[in-house]
């Protein structure tokens, strides 16, 4: 729709004047050629304001605009209020609804952060040339790596996540809910690996883990998989950077057993996909709803060898993506 040219100052006065004398809308609109709607629009706003002048618009300025889009993109963490007073000192007053929708109209929405791993800038730069130098790497050295790790499972934490359908005010029904206590239900913590042919063995780690136990874990399990799961020759070892795995006693078994083992940068849990192999088990073990400890170390191995050798596949068709990513991102942290 064309928008309405703008009437003059001289021409509102005048729609004013003939009111005072006496004259209809519909009259002073034939007289001035002016719409009967915007005659009346006139007349209102000088019985309200007693003025035919424009009256501040609502929403910030261009140039606050500007400013809003120019600090957020600077510092995401800036508040509203923060806004607010910045304009306010810069002359101009917005309230923090304005804020959000000039926001919004910018494309940006208020989100909760993300939790991620601590980059420093050592860690940043191993990031970019790891993935510089395997992006080229064929598929098939990615199919023949075993990828592993460890993670905690709890009982009614976090974890515990599902969605249901249910109908008005029924969000209380106990087929709707997911039980909690107070102080946490207690967790497991467990040690898997898996290739892109599917899921390898997975164990409950019952004591604190250190360097002798890890390397008691890989010697009873670590082999056995890689049988299982019929990795051809030269296959490859995944493990992250944590201190149990980069000791070097636990350097010397490796290299003692013959195992290749891949050079992995620190803090690139986005780099690794049994980390979405273990979300898809949480996910699994939590519609489960297991109510102790061992109900939930049971439910735990049942559903990890019920996981699709296709979703081990696929996850490991991704790398390639992964690396790209890291590149885009400048080495920083990926949404995998």
Known sequence: ??????????????????HQAGKTESAIGKQLGVKKSTVGAIIRKWKTYKTTDNLPRSGAPPRGVKMITRTVSKNPRTTRGDLVNDLQRAGTKVTKATISNTL????????????????????????????????????EDWENVIW?????????????????????NAELHPKNTIPTV????????????????????????????????????LSKNLLPSARALKMKRGWVFQHDNDPKHTARATKEWLRKKHFKVLEWPSQSPDLNPIENLWRELKIR??????????????????????????????????YRKR???????????TKY
């Open 1 to 18: 729709m064309a928008k309405t040219k703008e009437l003059s100052k001289d021409t509102r006065n005048k729609i004013v004047d003939l």
């Open 182 to 217: 107070k102080h946490g239900g207690g967790n497991i913590m467990l040690w898997g690996c898996f290739s892109a042919k599917g899921p390898g063995r997975l164990i409950r780690v019952k004591e604190r883990m250190n360097g002798a136990m890890y390397r008691e874990i």
């Open 148 to 168: 592993s790790d460890e993670t905690k499972i709890e009982l009614f934490g976090k974890n515990s996540t599902c969605r249901v359908w249910r109908r008005k």
């Open 104 to 139: 919004r109209r910018q494309g940006l929405k208020s989100c909760s952060a993300r939790h991620v791993p601590l980059l420093k800038p050592v860690h940043v730069r191993a990031r970019l040339k790891s993935a510089r130098e395997h992006l080229d790497d064929p598929e």
């Open 285 to 318: 073990v939590a519609q489960r709803q297991p109510q102790n400890i061992t109900a939930l170390e049971e439910i735990c191995m049942e559903e990890w060898a019920k996981l699709p050798a296709t979703v081990c596949k696929n996850l490991v068709a991704t």
């Open 323 to 333: 690396l790209t990513s890291v590149i885009a991102n400048k080495g920083y942290i």
